[in-house]
């Protein structure tokens, strides 16, 4: 109930923004600009939008994920492999062309394992954590046109632990893995830089638990494409590094006396006490701006439909095998 409720305030709350809004008219420089696809929860378009952001993501999960844990007694943990599907829907609702609320993780997620352990990897089902925050445009020229982006998001620790959101899982067992955690701050910048038709977007960010349990990450991702008519193919990089491994996990390395070295990359945050190192994941894709002359409570708008296909280009992909992320933007500026 608390969270319809907080679901139903969260939704007011952007109607009322986006109709409210008192910017100056819409730059078609900026207008000409699309959002990043692959990497949605963390990768932020620098530009003051207006959206509603549905998202569908198939994630594959590496093979070897998992794989070299073993028990005290000599056992072998199985690599769980199978997939994940999360459906989604972002919001973002700007104040003014430098100022904007975004709403960008929440959903629904089901987690297919090929091989299930009781109680820790089981085939489920469950609610993702809720991500919110602002950001602020620094920097705006039309002329060149190119603009930067400075934001600050909050990730409560609301999700379900049977897909491995807020507590990770509870063992059926005297190991205790479902401690929520105090969430995760997330500072970021992100930049765009047009020229002709081609555009190039910028993001940096640091994941920050706010308690020891969750892992810290640092995160970078680059986005280029080229505007062909209605139709733009792009490249997108994606770099997630673990900068210090949180202790929700450290049951684990005692129970199976193994280090846990591996991380959930840019959705699931494990808190694995012994992950180190980074993933870097190449997207190839393209958008198709379906919709571009759309008159949304007096703004120009228009409606976009986005796909990559991304897998890791590094030797390490901890559960990263591969992934397709689609979308649909219905955006204004």
Same mark, same amino acid.
């Given at each position: 109930?608390?969270?319809?409720?907080?679901?139903?305030?969260?939704?007011?709350?952007?109607?009322?923004?986006?109709?409210?809004?008192?910017?100056?008219?819409?730059?078609?420089?900026?207008?000409?600009?699309?959002?990043?696809?692959?990497?949605?929860?963390?990768?932020?378009?620098?530009?003051?939008?207006?959206?509603?952001?549905?998202?569908?993501?198939?994630?594959?999960?590496?093979?070897?994920?998992?794989?070299?844990?073993?028990?005290?007694?000599?056992?072998?943990?199985?690599?769980?492999?199978?997939?994940?599907?999360?459906?989604?829907?972002?919001?973002?609702?700007?104040?003014?062309?430098?100022?904007? *609320?975004?709403?960008?993780?929440?959903?629904?997620?089901?987690?297919?394992?090929?091989?299930?352990?009781?109680?820790? *990897?089981?085939?489920?089902?469950?609610?993702?954590? *809720?991500?919110?925050?602002?950001?602020?445009?620094?920097?705006?020229?039309?002329?060149?046109?190119?603009?930067?982006?400075?934001?600050?998001?909050?990730?409560?620790?609301?999700?379900?632990?049977?897909?491995?959101?807020?507590?990770?899982?509870?063992?059926?067992?005297?190991?205790?893995?479902?401690?929520?955690?105090?969430?995760?701050?997330?500072?970021?910048?992100?930049?765009?830089?047009?020229?002709?038709?081609?555009?190039?977007?910028?993001?940096?960010?640091?994941?920050?638990?706010?308690?020891?349990?969750?892992?810290?990450?640092?995160?970078?991702?680059?986005?280029?494409?080229?505007?062909?008519?209605?139709?733009?193919?792009?490249?997108?990089?994606?770099?997630?590094?673990?900068?210090?491994?949180?202790?929700?996990?450290?049951?684990?390395?005692?129970?199976?006396?193994?280090?846990?070295?591996?991380?959930?990359?840019?959705?699931?945050?494990?808190?694995?006490?012994?992950?180190?190192?980074?993933?870097?994941?190449?997207?190839?894709?393209?958008?198709?701006? *379906?919709?571009?002359?759309?008159?949304?409570?007096?703004?120009?708008?228009?409606?976009?439909?986005?796909?990559?296909?991304?897998?890791?280009?590094?030797?390490?992909?901890?559960?990263?095998?591969?992934?397709?992320?689609?979308?649909?933007?219905?955006?204004?500026?």
């Amino acid at each position: 109930m608390i969270k319809v409720k907080f679901v139903a305030i969260t939704g007011l709350v952007f109607l009322a923004a986006w109709t409210a809004r008192v910017a100056a008219a819409a730059d078609d420089a900026f207008a000409d600009f699309i959002s990043p696809v692959s990497n949605p929860t963390n990768f932020e378009d620098p530009r003051a939008t207006s959206e509603v952001r549905p998202i569908y993501v198939y994630h594959k999960i590496d093979g070897n994920f998992l794989k070299g844990l073993q028990t005290k007694t000599g056992g072998a943990f199985r690599a769980p492999g199978g997939d994940a599907h999360v459906v989604a829907v972002q919001l973002r609702a700007a104040i003014t062309d430098r100022l904007a *609320i975004i709403a960008t993780k929440d959903g629904y997620v089901w987690h297919n394992p090929q091989h299930e352990f009781a109680g820790v *990897i089981d085939q489920d089902s469950g609610w993702a954590n *809720i991500a919110a925050g602002l950001k602020y445009t620094l920097f705006r020229d039309v002329a060149i046109p190119a603009l930067a982006t400075v934001g600050l998001r909050y990730e409560a620790p609301t999700g379900d632990k049977q897909v491995f959101q807020g507590p990770v899982f509870s063992l059926k067992t005297p190991i205790n893995l479902s401690k929520q955690g105090a969430g995760v701050l997330n500072p970021f910048v992100s930049g765009g830089y047009g020229f002709g038709d081609l555009h190039a977007l910028l993001y940096i960010g640091g994941r920050v638990a706010m308690d020891s349990l969750d892992s810290n990450f640092f995160d970078l991702s680059l986005h280029v494409d080229y505007k062909i008519q209605q139709f733009y193919p792009l490249i997108e990089l994606n770099w997630v590094q673990v900068l210090h491994g949180g202790s929700r996990m450290g049951p684990v390395e005692k129970a199976f006396g193994a280090k846990m070295t591996q991380e959930g990359f840019d959705f699931f945050n494990l808190g694995a006490p012994s992950a180190e190192g980074g993933v870097v994941t190449m997207a190839f894709g393209g958008r198709w701006r *379906i919709l571009n002359d759309l008159d949304l409570f007096g703004r120009k708008g228009g409606l976009d439909l986005g796909c990559t296909y991304e897998l890791p280009v590094t030797s390490r992909a901890d559960l990263f095998g591969w992934r397709v992320t689609t979308d649909l933007v219905l955006w204004a500026l």
